[in-house]
């Protein structure tokens, strides 16, 4: 019988979305902005951002607190999750950390990333996944494909000998009929040869 999964799994805790912005305009029209960024870049350049770029860019920018500490902490301790819709920014650390970083933005002291503005920035509920359980089962002509492709890999020759070898030492107990009879074996590889 197939092992019980649990439920859910909880992805993500003590996590925080920041949306990001393209910059435009001069930096007081941009909210969380404490100093004049570079001019925007045409919309096809900045689809092709990478987030942890952007987050190293972010980190740099508020890295430079040097008289908030608690800031300058959370922010070194804080590390990337993602990078959504090309515009949110998922990050997670400890809860403390985390507070620092909400306090930073409740106080406007959070600097955007080069070439952005922070358009808001709020907490993740955790990410409930359900787990997709396996069949125990695995169709013989795939496990033969997967011994063949390795043997291949390894440059050994595949004989019936080295295969039925092989089989055994990789896949030691898959069941009752196992290892296969050289008739099936036969019968499976007819099977799935091209011709």
């Not at 608690?70 to 090309?86: H, M, P, R, S, Y």
């Not at 695995?138 to 295969?163: D, Y």
């Not at 030691?172 to 799935?192: D, E, F, M, S």
Request: net charge positive; charged share 20%; aromatic share 8%.
């Amino acid at each position: 019988p197939p092992r019980k999964m649990e439920k859910f799994l909880q992805i993500a805790p003590h996590s925080l979305a920041i949306v990001l912005g393209p910059a435009e305009g001069p930096a007081g029209d941009r909210p969380g902005a404490a100093r004049p960024a570079p001019p925007a870049q045409p919309r096809q350049l900045a689809r092709h951002h990478i987030g942890y770029e952007i987050f190293a860019d972010f980190k740099a920018e508020n890295m430079q607190h040097f008289w908030n500490k608690k800031v300058t902490a959370a922010v070194a301790e804080t590390f990337f999750l993602g990078w959504i819709d090309e515009q949110v920014l998922l990050i997670q650390g400890k809860e403390e950390h985390l507070e620092a970083l909400r306090e930073g933005w409740t106080r406007r002291a959070l600097r955007p990333p080069s070439g952005f503005h922070i358009r808001c920035l709020g907490d993740v509920s955790p990410i409930s996944m359900s787990p997709i359980s396996q069949s125990q089962f695995i169709p013989l002509g795939e496990i033969l494909c997967l011994a063949i492709s390795a043997m291949n890999s390894a440059r050994k020759p595949v004989t019936q000998e080295a295969l039925m070898e092989h089989l055994t030492t990789c896949f030691p107990v898959l069941g009752r009929a196992w290892p296969p009879t050289r008739q099936a074996l036969l019968k499976v590889t007819v099977v799935r040869t091209p011709r």
